[in-house]
Structure formats: structure tokens, C-alpha cells
């Protein structure tokens, strides 16, 4: 997370129209939400929208019908659930025109 916030910030001070992009580690152990974040792009500025998902014996990791939105993977504002043991990463690219 901090790894993350940091480029975040460093990102911010580029003067040309940037996007950031949520990526995986490609682990087997990724989280449904963060699977389904690969490779999602929202503006410098914009959130992530992150389900939220809640283990249910028997049933395995269900979806809770609430969302996480985050400025990047590891974000301190959200839940545990999608922060803990998190290790995908943040990346950017020129804007999109």
C-alpha cells in the first residue's frame, strides 16, 4: 500500500494527462475483487470501484452488494478485506484522448 500511495503522489506532479491502472500479481491466490480489477483504468484523479466480498463456509467468498472505492490497491480508506496481504500494484499511461 504504501509502495502504491508513494507513485501515486510522485504520478500526481506529471504535467501531462495521466491515467492510472489497477494490475495483479498474477498469483493463483488473487482475490475475486482484485481478479476483476485487472487492468481497469480510471482517471489520476478517479476512484476504483472494489466489490466486497465476505467468506461464507459452504459457499466460499460471496459478493456483500457494497463497493471499496479506492485511490489505488492498498488504500488505507478501505477495507480489510482489500488490503491485507494485497500485492497488486498501480501503473500508468498518458491519457487516453
Known amino acids: 500500500g504504501a509502495s502504491n500511495a508513494g507513485s501515486f503522489e510522485a504520478a500526481k506532479s506529471v504535467r501531462i494527462p495521466m491515467e492510472k491502472g489497477w494490475i495483479t500479481s498474477g498469483l493463483?491466490?488473487?482475490r475475486h475483487s482484485h481478479d476483476e480489477m485487472n487492468n481497469t483504468w480510471v482517471d489520476m484523479n478517479g476512484l476504483f470501484k472494489v466489490k466486497k466480498y465476505k467468506w461464507i463456509k459452504g459457499k466460499g467468498?460471496?459478493?456483500?452488494?457494497?463497493?471499496?472505492?479506492?485511490?489505488?490497491?492498498g488504500?488505507?480508506?478501505?477495507?480489510a478485506g482489500n488490503v491485507i496481504n494485497?500485492?497488486?500494484?498501480?501503473?500508468?499511461?498518458?491519457?487516453?484522448?
Do not use: E, Q, W
Open 28 to 30: 493463483k491466490n488473487v
Open 61 to 73: 467468498s460471496t459478493f456483500t452488494g457494497d463497493y471499496d472505492y479506492m485511490l489505488h490497491p
Open 86 to 97: 494485497c500485492h497488486c500494484t498501480i501503473i500508468y499511461r498518458r491519457k487516453l484522448v
Open 75 to 79: 488504500h488505507a480508506g478501505a477495507s
